[in-house]
């Protein structure tokens, strides 16, 4: 009821008149205390203060997202042989750095500055581009490093997806939401690209200058 009455800007008692009139839906938990789906909340209000719910305060954190990709790990090495060569240090890496670059990307959607937006997005894109240069010295092909970054995105997507369901979000708020995600993805997956491909071409100036140099 207090946070309810606080996103609409009325007292809770004015909130509790227009629930018993029927002017917005709400439900009673077993506990006896009423409570308010906030998609219903925002079409009471004014379209310019219509803003999509934090993911963060509804419990969509890098450590959630953390425990949907364990449990997808094993189904990504029958599609991904390449992760089995991988020693312990080098798993650790990949545990870690999905988990910032998942943060990084949550932070960014969340952002409500341009400039906390633009800064949690360069965060991510160093991660992507991180992840990129260590699948080049991996020595995996480039369509195997896109197939790997795919196994973070799909996952991903999903929860976003999931989470916007349970939780009650708009239709609108949530293709905004993921249209939002995508268009920073296939930002995220160029870095990769990228980044994989300067490194190869460094490693072959290297092989080459040693190659040319022990000709002489």
């Known amino acids: 009821m207090g946070d309810a009455s ?10 509790r008149r227009w629930s018993d009139a029927g002017r917005i839906s709400s439900f009673t938990t077993p506990g006896g205390h009423r409570r308010y789906r906030r ?11 219509v ?17 949907a990709y ?16 991988l020693t312990d240090d080098q798993r650790l890496w990949f545990r870690t750095h999905g988990r910032l670059l998942a943060g990084a990307l949550l932070s960014y959607l969340d952002a409500e500055a341009d400039d906390e937006r633009q800064r949690s997005l360069s965060e991510a894109t160093a991660e992507a581009a991180a992840y990129g240069r260590l699948a080049a010295g991996l020595g995996v092909s480039l369509s195997q490093a896109v197939e790997g970054f795919l196994q973070f995105r799909r996952p991903f997507l999903h929860q976003l997806g999931l989470f916007a369901r349970r939780r009650g ?20 997956l160029i870095a990769s690209m990228n980044a994989y491909t300067v490194e190869r071409v460094g490693e072959r100036h290297v092989y080459g200058k040693i190659e040319s140099e022990g000709l002489r």
Do not use: C, F, Y
């Open 6 to 15: 606080r996103l609409l800007g009325v007292a809770p008692g004015t909130l």
């Open 39 to 49: 998609a219903a909340l925002e079409r009471l209000l004014p379209s310019d203060r």
């Open 51 to 67: 803003t999509r719910p934090s993911l963060a305060r509804w419990g969509m954190t890098a450590g959630r997202l953390a425990k």
């Open 70 to 85: 364990r449990r997808e790990a094993r189904a990504a090495v029958n599609h991904l042989p390449w992760l089995t060569g």
């Open 169 to 188: 979000m708009d239709a609108a708020a949530t293709a905004d939401l993921i249209e939002k995600t995508e268009q920073a993805m296939d930002r995220l």
